[in-house]
């Protein structure tokens, strides 16, 4: 692909429903395919990749197709890249992480930047919260979760505490460590 037809997106990735909220920004060459792109909202938002995602533009789909989910037509995101779902500042699209938990991102296009072969992509450039913990129940249940934690007379409390097996700072985010894990794993 010509250097022309390509760009950096300046992102933002938001959870949907976080009060305070959790959200991301970071750089991405607008030519990456949907796959990479997961990839690298995964590391960025601290997912573990343990469950299936999808990426919803309008009222389409697109994700890993599997016929025993065949009551929702999903187009094969390995045939998409970014630049064909964002196009312009201010595009959005919803990118959607265990369809049990129901996280939902809302992604925005907030610049379009020419494209600089120098530039290391994709890059972290802000953030904001930690990530909540893998199945913990939705948003609902990473509130409860915090509710607990920071309650030591709450029934869930010490099952918690074991659980997450560290201290959990709902505030905390490691750019750098982001950043090294984007180098290793998607470039």
């Known amino acids: ?7 950096i997106y300046q992102l933002k990735v ?11 920004r970071f750089l991405i060459d607008s030519a990456v395919t949907l796959p990479l792109f997961h990839d690298a909202l995964q590391i960025i938002m601290g997912w573990t990749d343990s469950h299936l995602h999808q990426f919803i533009v309008g009222n389409r789909c ?6 025993e989910w065949d009551f929702v037509e999903i187009n094969d995101e390995e045939k998409v890249k970014l630049n064909q779902l964002l196009r312009k500042e201010e595009d959005s699209i919803i990118y959607e992480y265990d369809f049990g938990d129901g996280w939902e991102h809302k992604i925005t296009l907030e610049k379009v930047l020419p494209f600089d072969h120098d530039a290391v992509l994709p890059l972290c450039i802000k953030a904001r ?4 913990p893998e199945d913990i129940g939705g948003i609902w249940g990473y509130y409860n979760f ?11 409390h010490e099952e918690f505490r074991e659980w997450v097996g560290v201290e959990f700072d709902s505030a905390a985010y490691d750019m750098d460590e982001v950043n090294q894990l984007l180098s290793e794993y998607c470039r």
Do not use: F, Q
């Not at 938001?14 to 991301?24: D, H, V, Y």
């Not at 919260?129 to 909540?132: E, I, N, Q, V």
């Open 1 to 7: 692909m010509t250097t022309a037809l390509r760009k």
């Open 129 to 132: 919260g930690a990530c909540p």
């Open 146 to 156: 915090l509710d607990a934690l920071n309650n030591s007379n709450h029934p869930e």
């Open 14 to 24: 938001s959870l949907k429903g976080a009060k305070p909220p959790i959200w991301r």
């Open 62 to 67: 697109y994700g890993v197709p599997d016929p």
